[in-house]
């Protein structure tokens, strides 16, 4: 799917005529969304009978506004939860809170096509818990770094755009971790922590393709 997208950004600027461009003053609203819910269940052998049920949602709104052609500066934040838990075993959580400033430049394509790079500062905050008859672990990390995040872009009319972007395809971000077990029922507890200095792309690894819209008032096109 990567090279794909790869392949029609390519494409689509060997063919491209350059025409409209955003201009200065729009705002641009938008952001991304998603929900997922799997159920499982196994009875062979008998001996591993177990439900599963896993749900995931993620959201993260963002606006903006063109502080010249063509040039968008902004904030972007984010959400995401998910849980799962196995009948008779135990049960996990999660929750990422993530706080963002970026700046997006769209380069003007032709017949409705944009090109997009958008680097960004940011601030996440993770916490991740899994709880069994016997323990509970607790994981809290926060970290900050630096992204960027392209991806194409299209114009359903003057207002409405359909994007997809290269999630995480260059990250630079330093982080700190704390992770804490306590045992049941005696309530003996011990814990860790940990820092951690990281730069991941994901030209060398598999990453998602995500779907998005953005929405843009004010003076549209010059």
Do not use: C
């Not at 052998?45 to 063509?70: C, H, L, M, Q, R």
């Amino acid at each position: 799917m990567k090279k794909i997208l790869l392949s029609l950004i390519s494409s689509v600027i060997i063919s491209s005529i350059v025409h409209a461009q955003i201009d200065k003053g729009t705002v641009l609203l938008g952001g991304n969304l998603y929900l997922s819910k799997n159920k499982s269940e196994s009875t062979d052998p008998p001996s591993d009978n177990y439900k599963n049920e896993t749900t995931n949602f993620g959201i993260t709104p963002s606006v903006g506004v063109a502080i010249k052609p063509n040039t968008i500066v902004g904030i972007q934040l984010g959400y995401a939860h998910g849980k799962s838990s196995i009948e008779n075993s135990g049960s996990d959580k999660h929750e990422s809170y993530r706080t963002e400033a970026f700046l997006r430049k769209y380069l003007t394509l032709g017949k409705g096509f944009y090109l997009f790079a958008q680097p960004g500062v940011y601030y996440n905050g993770y916490t991740y818990e899994m709880e069994s008859s016997n323990s509970k672990r607790t994981i809290k990390e926060w970290s900050v770094g630096i992204d960027l995040y392209p991806g194409i872009s299209y114009a359903l009319n003057k207002r409405f755009h359909l994007e997809a972007g290269l999630g995480n395809m260059a990250d630079l971000s330093y982080g700190q971790s704390k992770n804490e077990n306590k045992s049941k029922p005696g309530g003996e507890t011990s814990s860790s922590k940990g820092h951690n200095f990281e730069f991941s792309s994901s030209l060398s690894t598999y990453t998602s393709i995500n779907i998005g819209f953005r929405f843009f008032l004010g003076k549209r096109y010059s």
